[in-house]
C-alpha cells in the first residue's frame, strides 16, 4: 500500500509547488545565462526558456513515444499564466516600476506623456486593427481586439531592458511613465474592445459580467468609470497609506504597508470595476514621490526602494520565464505565423505613429532632440501583458490566430528590439534627451545621483494639524 501510494502522482500541482519550479527554473536559467550568454537578465532568461521549449518540441518530434511535449504542455497550462499575471504579479510589477518614477518628471513631460498614451494608443490599435483585418479576413471589431492589446508598451519589458540599456535619466523616467500609463489606457481600451466584439462572452478572463457589451454608450461609459475610477481610487488609497507611514517610524512595518497597498489595492480595484493597473501606477506614483519625501525617514526609504527592487527582479525572471514557456501553449500553423510576422510590421508602424503624431503636435510648442522618434519607436517593448489578454480572449476561431501573432511579436519585441534599443540610441543621437525647455539645456542627473541625493533628506517633522 505504501508503495502504491508512492507511485501515485497528483493530478495537479499546488500553489506551492508551481511557485517552487518557477522560482527553480527561473534561478537555473539565469544562472546559465549569467555564466553563457551574458544576455539582459530578464532577455537572458527568456531566450533560455524558449530555446528550451523548443529542445523539448524537437525531441518529442524525433521520438513521439516519450510523449514529453504533452506533459510539459500540461504543467504550462497548469501555470494559468493569464490569471497569474493579471490577478497577480501584474499589480506588484507596476506598482514597483511606478515607485521609481517622480512626479516632477511627469510634470514636465505630462503633455507627450498623455498624449502617447490616449491618442498615441488609439492610433496605434486602428493601425494594426485595420492591417491585421485586410490581412488575415478577420473582423473588423475583432481585429481592434488585437490592436488594442498589442499596442500599449509593457511598462515590465521596458523597465527591465532601461536598466541595462544605460539610456539617460530624463529618456528613461519619460519612457518608463508612458510605458506605465499607455498599459493601464490600453487594457481599457482592450475591455471595451471585448465588450462590442463579443457581447455575449465578454470579460476579461475573470468571469466579470459587468464588462460585456452594450453599445457605444455603455463602451464610453465603462471607459469612464475603469480610467478615471482605478486613478481616484489609487490616489485615495495612496494618500491614506501616506498619511499612516507619517505617523509610523518602524521600517519593516511601513515595507508591509506598501506591499498591502499594492496587494490590497489591487484586489480592491478589481472588486469595484475599475482599472486595478491604473490604480496600482497612481498609488506608486504618489508613495514613491510624495510618501518617500515626507512620510518616510532616510532608513526606510532605502528599505523600502531595496525591498521593491528586489520583488521588481524577482517578478521579472518568473514573467519572463513564463513567456518562453508559453510556446506550449500556442498553436503554430502556416496561417498564423505568416500572420504573426505580418503583425511585427504591422506593430512597428503603429508604434511610430503613437510616437511621432503626439511629437509632431507638439513640436511648435516645445523642442525636441534628434533622435526621440527612432528611439521611443524601438524601445516601446511589447510584453508578457499582451501574451495574458490575449489568454484571456473569450473562445472563437480567431483567438488561435490572435495568440500565436501575440506571442510571435512579443517575442521578436523582447529579444530583437531590447537587445538593440542601445544602438539605436547611440545611431540615433547618443543619450538624447525626449523633450528640452527652450532655455537652460541641462543635463538631468543620473538615477544614482537622485537616489542618492534623495537619501540624505530627513523625515519633515509632522506639524500637530497634519497629525
Same mark, same amino acid.
Given at each position: 500500500?505504501?508503495?502504491?501510494?508512492?507511485?501515485?502522482r497528483? &493530478?495537479?500541482?499546488?500553489?506551492?509547488?508551481?511557485? =517552487?519550479?518557477? *522560482?527553480?527554473?527561473?534561478?537555473?536559467?539565469?544562472?546559465?545565462?549569467?555564466?553563457?550568454?551574458?544576455l539582459?537578465?530578464?532577455?537572458?532568461i527568456?531566450?533560455?526558456?524558449?530555446?528550451?521549449?523548443?529542445?523539448?518540441?524537437?525531441?518529442?518530434?524525433?521520438?513521439?513515444?516519450?510523449t514529453?511535449?504533452?506533459?510539459?504542455?500540461?504543467?504550462?497550462?497548469?501555470?494559468?499564466?493569464?490569471?497569474?499575471?493579471?490577478?497577480?504579479?501584474?499589480?506588484l510589477?507596476?506598482?514597483?516600476?511606478?515607485?521609481? $518614477?517622480?512626479?516632477?518628471?511627469l510634470?514636465?513631460?505630462?503633455?507627450?506623456?498623455f498624449?502617447?498614451?490616449?491618442?498615441?494608443?488609439?492610433?496605434?490599435?486602428?493601425i494594426?486593427?485595420?492591417?491585421f483585418?485586410?490581412?488575415?479576413?478577420?473582423?473588423?471589431?475583432?481585429?481592434?481586439?488585437f490592436?488594442?492589446?498589442?499596442?500599449?508598451?509593457?511598462?515590465v519589458?521596458?523597465?527591465?531592458?532601461?536598466?541595462?540599456?544605460?539610456?539617460?535619466?530624463t529618456?528613461e523616467?519619460?519612457?518608463?511613465?508612458?510605458?506605465?500609463?499607455?498599459?493601464?489606457?490600453?487594457?481599457v481600451?482592450?475591455?471595451?474592445?471585448?465588450?462590442?466584439?463579443?457581447?455575449?462572452?465578454?470579460?476579461?478572463?475573470?468571469?466579470?459580467?459587468?464588462?460585456?457589451?452594450?453599445?457605444?454608450a455603455?463602451?464610453?461609459?465603462?471607459?469612464?468609470?475603469?480610467?478615471?475610477?482605478?486613478?481616484?481610487?489609487g490616489?485615495?488609497?495612496?494618500?491614506?497609506?501616506?498619511?499612516?507611514?507619517?505617523?509610523i517610524?518602524?521600517?519593516?512595518l511601513?515595507?508591509?504597508?506598501?506591499?498591502?497597498?499594492?496587494?490590497?489595492?489591487?484586489?480592491?480595484?478589481?472588486?469595484?470595476?475599475?482599472?486595478?493597473?491604473?490604480?496600482a501606477?497612481?498609488?506608486?506614483?504618489?508613495?514613491?514621490? $510624495?510618501?518617500?519625501?515626507?512620510?518616510? =525617514?532616510?532608513?526606510?526609504?532605502?528599505?523600502?526602494?531595496?525591498?521593491?527592487?528586489?520583488?521588481d527582479?524577482?517578478?521579472?525572471a518568473?514573467l519572463?520565464?513564463?513567456i518562453?514557456f508559453?510556446?506550449?501553449?500556442?498553436?503554430?500553423?502556416?496561417?498564423?505565423?505568416?500572420?504573426?510576422?505580418?503583425?511585427?510590421?504591422?506593430?512597428?508602424?503603429?508604434?511610430?505613429a503613437a /510616437?511621432?503624431?503626439?511629437?509632431?503636435?507638439?513640436?511648435?510648442?516645445?523642442?525636441?532632440s534628434?533622435?526621440?522618434?527612432?528611439?521611443m519607436?524601438?524601445?516601446?517593448l511589447?510584453?508578457?501583458?499582451?501574451?495574458?489578454?490575449?489568454?484571456?480572449?473569450?473562445? =472563437? &476561431?480567431?483567438?488561435?490566430? *490572435?495568440?500565436?501573432?501575440?506571442?510571435?511579436?512579443?517575442?521578436?519585441?523582447?529579444?530583437?528590439?531590447?537587445?538593440t $534599443?542601445?544602438? /539605436?540610441?547611440e545611431?540615433?543621437?547618443r543619450?538624447?534627451?525626449?523633450?528640452?525647455?527652450?532655455v537652460?539645456?541641462?543635463?538631468a542627473?543620473?538615477?544614482?545621483?537622485?537616489?542618492?541625493?534623495?537619501?540624505?533628506?530627513?523625515?519633515?517633522?509632522?506639524?500637530?494639524?497634519?497629525?
Open positions: 500500500m505504501l508503495g502504491q501510494r508512492q507511485n501515485e497528483p &493530478e495537479q500541482m499546488n500553489i506551492l509547488q508551481i511557485a =517552487s519550479l518557477l *522560482i527553480v527554473l527561473a534561478g537555473a536559467f539565469g544562472a546559465i545565462n549569467y555564466l553563457f550568454l551574458k539582459p537578465s530578464a532577455i537572458g527568456l531566450v533560455v526558456a524558449f530555446v528550451a521549449s523548443l529542445a523539448v518540441l524537437g525531441l518529442d518530434a524525433l521520438i513521439p513515444t516519450l514529453i511535449a504533452e506533459e510539459v504542455r500540461a504543467v504550462v497550462l497548469e501555470l494559468h499564466f493569464s490569471d497569474a499575471l493579471l490577478e497577480g504579479m501584474l499589480g510589477l507596476l506598482f514597483a516600476g511606478a515607485l521609481h $518614477v517622480k512626479i516632477s518628471d510634470r514636465e513631460q505630462w503633455k507627450v506623456v498624449l502617447m498614451a490616449t491618442l498615441g494608443v488609439a492610433l496605434s490599435t486602428l494594426v486593427g485595420t492591417g483585418s485586410w490581412i488575415t479576413g478577420m473582423p473588423f471589431l475583432v481585429a481592434l481586439v490592436g488594442a492589446l498589442i499596442s500599449p508598451t509593457d511598462p519589458a521596458v523597465l527591465g531592458v532601461l536598466r541595462e540599456a544605460n539610456l539617460q535619466k529618456l523616467t519619460k519612457i518608463a511613465g508612458e510605458s506605465l500609463f499607455n498599459d493601464g489606457v490600453g487594457y481600451v482592450y475591455l471595451v474592445l471585448v465588450g462590442l466584439a463579443f457581447p455575449v462572452m465578454a470579460g476579461h478572463g475573470h468571469g466579470d459580467e459587468s464588462h460585456s457589451g452594450g453599445g457605444f455603455d463602451a464610453a461609459q465603462l471607459f469612464f468609470q475603469e480610467a478615471v475610477g482605478g486613478a481616484v481610487l490616489i485615495v488609497l495612496g494618500w491614506l497609506v501616506f498619511r499612516v507611514m507619517r505617523l517610524d518602524d521600517y519593516p511601513e515595507v508591509l504597508l506598501t506591499l498591502g497597498l499594492a496587494f490590497g489595492g489591487y484586489e480592491l480595484a478589481v472588486a469595484l470595476h475599475v482599472s486595478a493597473p491604473i490604480m501606477v497612481t498609488a506608486g506614483l504618489l508613495i514613491g514621490d $510624495v510618501g518617500a519625501k515626507h512620510g518616510m =525617514s532616510v532608513e526606510t526609504r532605502a528599505y523600502v526602494d531595496a525591498f521593491w527592487k528586489l520583488v527582479e524577482i517578478l521579472n518568473v519572463f520565464l513564463m518562453g508559453e510556446v506550449f501553449a500556442v498553436a503554430f500553423d502556416v496561417d498564423s505565423v505568416i500572420a504573426g510576422v505580418a503583425a511585427i510590421g504591422l506593430a512597428l508602424v503603429a508604434r511610430l /510616437v511621432s503624431v503626439p511629437v509632431l503636435l507638439l513640436k511648435p510648442f516645445r523642442a525636441f534628434r533622435g526621440v522618434i527612432p528611439i519607436t524601438w524601445g516601446g511589447k510584453g508578457g501583458i499582451s501574451v495574458a489578454l490575449a489568454l484571456s480572449l473569450p473562445e =472563437s &476561431e480567431w483567438k488561435a490566430t *490572435i495568440l500565436t501573432a501575440t506571442y510571435i511579436v512579443v517575442l521578436f519585441s523582447i529579444i530583437v528590439q531590447g537587445l $534599443v542601445t544602438r /539605436v540610441a545611431r540615433a543621437g543619450e538624447p534627451e525626449l523633450m528640452l525647455p527652450r537652460g539645456l541641462e543635463p542627473p543620473r538615477l544614482a545621483d537622485t537616489r542618492r541625493r534623495d537619501r540624505i533628506i530627513p523625515r519633515r517633522p509632522a506639524g500637530p494639524l497634519e497629525m
